[in-house]
């Protein structure tokens, strides 16, 4: 595959709720191993953006591609897309009633038919890297959110992702524990994964991100390197909302 296929495209897309016309002509693509980060006020559309990469929220028009292929809309082929674009939520969405290591087990020997050993083996391995491995044997009740968090990112890590989505993966985490989550999140940057990233870490986005993509009301109004949009941005919506969280 040429390297010039974009990892994730949206190409004129747009999304209704109702009246309210909630994504505007979205033209976007991420390339393999560019870590992206939509900045925007709340109610911009970044969280409905990122759930339409994997299908999570239809599209009224426009298309999606994932390396160059329209997204699947339904059945099996949307199944095995979306078991190739890791999702991370606000909330961490580990099934209750089974272990931290069933958990990360599941979708490896449902969907990608691991054999049990092979697949705990590899969860293991990948509770080790987020720091957890010493919880596997609890249920996600037993664990703080940073935990639960990282061990939702391990369960995405486990199905081999072509890229991962973040949607606001720390809002719902007490202050102490957002930077165990975001040390994770540079760390897999780090090894090259290509990731969409919805945040208010502005620090994330700064240090990590190649590319802000910054959005308000249903537009992406301006996109640059993290030193350009932080540094000197070029409109006045971008601007105002860096002063008010400058503000803070």
């Known amino acids: 595959m040429s390297a010039e296929i974009p990892v994730i495209e949206l190409r004129n897309v747009d999304k209704h709720y109702g009246p309210l016309h909630v994504l505007q002509h979205i033209n976007l ?74 958990n990360v087990t599941l979708g490896p020997r449902e969907v990608l038919k691991m054999p049990k050993d092979a697949a705990e083996k590899e969860a293991m391995e990948l509770l080790t890297r987020v720091g957890v491995d010493a919880q596997a044997h609890k249920v996600p009740a037993q664990l703080s959110g940073g935990q639960q968090q990282r061990v939702a990112i391990a369960r995405s890590l486990a199905m081999h992702p072509k890229a991962m989505l973040f949607d606001e993966p720390t809002s719902a985490l007490d202050p102490e524990m957002i930077n165990e989550v975001l040390d994770v999140m540079v760390e897999l940057a780090r090894e090259g994964m290509t990731m969409v990233v919805v945040t208010h870490e502005m620090n994330f986005a700064r240090r990590v991100s190649n590319r802000v993509v910054f959005m308000a009301d249903g537009q992406i109004v301006e996109e640059g390197t993290p030193s350009e949009f932080f540094d000197n941005p070029q409109t006045a919506r971008a601007k105002e909302f860096l002063d008010s969280i400058r503000g803070h």
């Open 29 to 102: 693509s991420v390339g393999k191993g560019e870590v992206l980060v939509l900045i925007g006020p709340s109610g911009s559309g970044k969280s409905t953006l990122c759930r339409t990469i994997n299908r999570l929220e239809t599209i009224d028009s426009g298309e999606i591609l994932i390396e160059g292929q329209p997204l699947p809309q339904e059945g099996k082929e949307l199944a095995q897309m979306r078991a190739e674009i890791g999702m991370v939520f606000q909330s961490f969405n580990l099934f209750a009633h089974k272990t931290i290591l069933d």
